[in-house]
């Protein structure tokens, strides 16, 4: 059984995958709305206040998802759903491929490669949107993985809402390629830094699917 399916278990809901992290928002939606409908049987004011409560429940169960995915076979594929939002050389020879994830989008977020987990930093800071410029100094956690392709950094961003990074994994953890590694809840960003010498296979709004879309080329 691959290495995912014990390290980070997810919940189950009316047959489809919700993911590890999702109950501290998802649990009091689910049950404020349930409640609401209950209650809507015998009150108007009731049946008003349920069908917003309803949407967000349902709003809360589509964020959540985390879909099984056939993962690609390449040296580097995307950590993220979502669009990709810049591509910059790095001083030290390595390019940065930022990676917006919207609302929208799922976000659970994958290994890019395959290898070991050396550290899992987190680091504090601000919350402002993650596609402003300003992000850059937004809360975030910070990955490195030593592969066959050596040390691969890549860093979750928390956005304006929620503010919160939940790693499913610790630091000397074996990971395979496409590997669930952890979730940021709502709007937020992704950034892979890939090595000198790989060349970039993503174009700027470009749509990427975590575990699926090749970040390199050969």
């Not at 009316?14 to 209650?39: E, F, N, Q």
């Not at 409560?53 to 589509?62: D, H, I, S």
């Not at 590694?181 to 700027?204: M, T």
């Amino acid at each position: 059984m691959p290495h995912s399916q014990t390290s980070a278990p997810r919940v189950s809901f009316l047959g489809g995958r919700l993911a590890r992290g999702a109950s501290p928002w998802l649990l009091p939606t689910v049950a404020t709305a349930a409640i609401g409908l209950v209650r809507a049987r015998h009150s108007k004011r009731a049946a008003v206040l349920a069908v917003p409560a309803t949407a967000l429940a349902a709003g809360m169960l589509w964020f959540f998802r985390d879909p099984e995915r056939e993962i690609t076979q390449g040296r580097v594929i995307s950590p993220a759903d979502g669009v990709v939002q810049s591509i910059m050389p790095w001083k030290d020879g390595r390019t940065r491929v930022a990676i917006f994830m919207s609302p929208l989008n799922v976000h659970v977020n994958r290994a890019p490669l395959a290898g070991t987990i050396t550290s899992v930093e987190h680091i504090p800071g601000g919350f402002v949107p993650a596609f402003n410029k300003e992000s850059e100094n937004n809360e975030r956690v910070v990955w490195h993985f030593d592969t066959e392709l050596g040390d691969i950094e890549m860093v979750q961003i928390a956005g304006a809402v929620a503010r919160r990074i939940v790693p499913y994994l610790p630091q000397g953890t074996k990971v395979e390629q496409g590997e669930r590694i952890g979730l940021i809840r709502f709007g937020s960003r992704v950034d892979i830094y890939l090595p000198e010498g790989v060349d970039v296979a993503v174009e700027v709004g470009q749509t990427t699917t975590a575990g699926v879309t090749r970040i390199d080329r050969d």
